[in-house]
């Protein structure tokens, strides 16, 4: 897998050690002799919650990451190197498919094919365009066998057919101005893959002479390049406007320069751990867009965090007490945070869908990769840099600043920025300011409710490339080429031919169960083994059909390869077309439709198969998933706030807040991405649909991200409330110390989210722009306005809990104590 952040990550990391193990001082740093306890430490001063004792396992690690602050940067190193070295050379290959439910009955249909007719592999089309309006001509002709003989010399290829060898008239276009090669091919679509751009390259025509080249390998071929790129232009846009970003927070490039690069860390160790992992388990190639936006969001909005608060802790404490306090306070909200997201994502596992099962492991991997980088990695960076943080100031006017970098500005302005200052706008009338915000939020996810969900396997979910166009071009001038019928087995107790003749009685049968077939809304054609071939007319053929083959008529000898199309030992084939989209609502009721029929007397079972079975399947499944999910998300995630928190009320506002900011994001995309508002500006073709997956991909990620504000959030307000045991004040002062920050970390989410808005895929450019919405959204409306109003008028009753529960809590260390009284 490419990787650029690798050794851009490698090269940042090592200059960053080297920077911090030099000589000189920067303004913030002692004179020569000073003992580094004081370091950084002006005369005099104190933190303004030096009564909170700090204690437990992340003021633990504050201490043990700066004793070891010399070699974990080195370790890291080591690690993302071995990891990525082990990874190419051990690692499996990411999906292309994973959407299909195992055990689901068109799954078992589709191996009943394979087993009875031999269907294991794939294979090409070419389609070439006859500028002479004759694609059927002898001559034209000529030149197709000629232009695709260099591909069968290819050890891939089994067998070209070309309408010169078939006859077939659906190898003719309607308006006969174009033809196409099957080019069938000796191995299955994942392995095909890998080989269809060169076959494509293969083909040979004169000039003058059109050609397409389509096929489902060459389509995921182009899909993955598509992936690829837009991986790239993603990381190309956010990367830089993070690092402006983060400019603006810190004002000093060496505290910008920080969470990019453990960002450079995280995320190709975890896409190495994900390749490894694809050795072992079906891993989707959407693993890597998934992985890569929740990576960078984290790895710099954890960083940011930690940061800031190092720098704020670094103006009243020595280097090694501010680390431990940073620890404490900061790496306990990150770590709890990070829990909070990989639960989120550990909730894909419960479904059914290989595909959906990869993206919540590959999320896991992710979040875990930048919890180990941010909380060893990044503590002992801040511990060998010390004040050399605030080293190479950007000049940058104070309305640019995000937070204000001047210690004595800072400690006087501390919980009285624009932030503190909403806060307490909206705490003088709560329900007056939060009531309408409340009712624009329920109404903006009302459209919802008229999702229209499917499996992205219609034409309009892929990005465009020549492949799509090339079925397109089957679909709409081919006779039957582009249709995607529901695929029958129908499998009887005995074999259906016996020395090659057709049983009339069974016949009989099948006809009845055809004929009902046909009956059902939306079904336009029912082809089976009942239909004659081209030139014989029904009656003459299932008389013939009916005999023996040694006793057929010399001019009859067809049949018996006829027969073969459609019979295998004890399997026939029946193939039932319809005008409706197969990955849609219509397209699964008539699957259903068809499975309810009563089989063919003397069969023993009926299954479907085809895109409108898998959609069928896939979707009953996701259906039957969705709750447990949800359950799982909500409430774990509940009652990791309830421990860390140790109240009772806070995790149940913490969940009402993210639902809310999640349904605004998801009534969007459905007024977007389905019902194609702004599809102009967004650069997107709607389908009329959802992909099933991104509701539930968005929800499980956002919920988790959700409460990354949340915690940090909260955190600060009860360092606040302990302190002064004000709630109010409490929770201007942290939101006003918090809000800088949480702004800077949402502007990160949002430029790393809106760089996959501009994806090619659908899929990927719905998550990314909706996810960048319910953030934006998150981060402003709900803890700008929503959190101080709810906390605001619960009082006392936000910190709640059995003294008996805190007490058990506070003994390990998950929150502060109280506060200790003020010593002289």
């Known amino acids: 897998m490419r990787r650029p952040l690798i050794l851009g990550g490698i ?5 960053a050690t080297w920077f911090a193990m030099r000589g000189g001082r920067s303004a913030l740093e002692p004179p020569p002799g000073f003992p580094e306890a004081s370091a950084g430490v002006p005369p005099g001063s104190r933190a303004p919650d030096d009564r909170i004792a700090h204690n437990g396992i992340f003021a633990a690690l504050g201490r043990a990451t700066y004793r070891h602050r010399r070699w974990l940067p080195v370790a890291g190193l080591v690690m993302v190197i071995g990891l990525n070295v082990w990874a190419a050379t051990a690692g499996g290959r990411l999906s292309q498919g994973g959407w299909q439910v195992p055990g689901s009955e068109a799954v078992r249909a589709e191996a009943l094919f394979a087993d009875r007719f031999g269907e294991t592999a794939t294979t090409l089309i070419v389609i070439f365009t006859d500028p002479d309006g004759d694609a059927a001509s002898d001559e034209f002709q000529s030149t197709v066998a000629a232009s695709v003989a260099p591909l069968a010399r290819e050890p891939i290829v089994d067998e070209i057919l070309t309408y010169a060898d078939v006859g077939d008239p659906s190898f003719i276009s309607e308006d006969r101005d174009r033809t196409f090669a099957v080019i069938r091919l000796n191995e299955d679509v994942e392995a ?6 060169h076959l494509a390259a293969l083909v040979d025509a004169p000039a003058g002479i059109e050609t397409t080249v389509t096929g489902i390998p060459i389509v995921q071929q182009e899909f993955n390049e598509a992936v690829e790129q837009d991986l790239v232009r ?35 160790s975890a896409m190495a751990g994900i390749g490894l992992l694809a050795g072992v388990t079906e891993m989707s190639i959407f693993v890597t867009n998934v992985a890569t936006m929740i990576g960078l969001a984290l790895s710099i909005d954890y960083s ?40 989120g994502l550990s909730s894909l596992i419960v479904f059914e869908s290989p595909s959906l099962r990869s993206m919540g492991i590959g999320g896991v991997v992710t979040v875990l990769s930048t919890l180990v980088f941010g909380l060893t990695v990044l503590p002992a960076l801040l511990g060998m840099l010390g004040p050399r943080v605030n080293r190479l100031r950007v000049p940058l006017p104070r309305s640019l600043r995000l937070i204000e970098d001047d210690a004595t500005a800072a400690d006087a302005r501390q919980g009285h920025g624009v932030w503190g200052r909403i806060a307490r706008v909206v705490m003088r009338r709560p329900l007056l300011v939060a009531a309408p915000v409340l ?61 090659g003749a057709l049983d009339p009685g069974w016949a009989g049968e099948l006809r009845s169960y055809v004929d009902e077939l046909a009956a059902l809304d939306g079904v336009t054609d029912v082809a089976s083994l009942l239909d004659p071939p081209a030139g014989m007319d029904e009656a003459t053929y299932l008389q013939i059909a009916s005999l023996p083959e040694d006793q057929r008529p010399p001019e009859a000898a067809g049949i018996a390869q006829w027969l073969e199309q459609w019979v295998a030992q004890d399997v026939t084939r029946v193939n039932v077309f319809s ?65 860390i928190f140790g109240s009772v009320f806070l995790p149940l506002k913490a969940v009402l807040m993210s639902l809310l900011s999640i349904t605004a994001s998801f009534g969007a995309l459905v007024w977007i991405f389905q019902d194609g508002n702004l599809s102009g500006i967004l650069d997107f073709d709607p389908s009329g649909t959802i992909i099933a997956s991104t509701p539930i991909l968005m929800f499980a990620v956002l919920f988790g991200l959700s409460m990354d504000y949340e915690v940090f959030l909260l955190s600060r307000i ?69 959190v101080p109003a709810f906390m605001r008028v619960m009082g006392a009753v936000n910190w709640w809990a059995p003294r008996w529960v805190q007490r058990g809590v506070a003994r390990v260390g998950l929150y502060e104590g109280a506060a200790e009284p003020v010593r002289a």
């Open 11 to 15: 090269l940042a990391v090592a200059a």
């Open 304 to 343: 940011l965090f930690t940061v800031s608060r190092f720098r704020e802790e670094l103006r009243h404490r020595s280097v090694a007490d501010a680390l431990e306090h940073t620890m404490a306070t900061v790496g306990k909200a990150v770590a709890v945070s990070g829990i909070a997201v990989a639960i």
């Open 579 to 643: 005008t409706l989209l197969p990955d849609s609502a219509d397209g699964r009721e008539l699957v259903d439709a068809v499975r309810s029929l009563p089989p063919p007397g003397g069969t023993d079972e009926v299954l479907t198969a085809g895109l409108s079975s898998r959609s069928n399947d896939f979707l009953a499944s996701f259906t039957n998933a969705v709750p447990w999910a949800v359950a799982i998300v909500v409430g774990v995630t509940a009652l990791v706030l309830f421990l």
């Open 192 to 197: 095909a893959v890998d080989d269809a751009e």
């Open 439 to 499: 009712l624009v939020l329920v109404l903006a996810g009302l459209p919802f409710f008229g999702i229209q969900l499917s499996t992205g396997g219609n034409l309009d979910d892929l990005p465009p490339s020549d492949s799509v166009t090339g079925f397109r071009i089957l679909e709409d001038e081919f006779p039957g080429a582009g249709a995607d019928p529901i695929e029958v087995a129908v499998r009887t107790r005995e074999p259906i031919l016996a020395d």
């Open 718 to 786: 009860r360092e606040r409330y302990l302190v002064t045991g004000d709630n109010t004040r409490a929770v201007a002062e942290g939101i006003g110390i918090t809000g800088g920050i949480i702004t800077g970390a949402a502007l990160v989410m949002v430029a790393v989210f809106g760089a996959f808005a501009l994806s090619s895929v659908v899929l990927i450019k719905a998550l990314g722009f909706s996810m960048a919405l319910a953030v934006l959204i998150d981060a402003t409306v709900v803890r700008g306005i929503l």
């Open 234 to 268: 993603a990381e190309l846009i956010s990367l830089p406007i993070a690092m402006l970003i983060l400019l603006a927070v810190f004002g000093t490039v060496v505290g910008a320069a920080l969470p990019l690069i453990i960002a450079g860390m995280a995320l190709p």
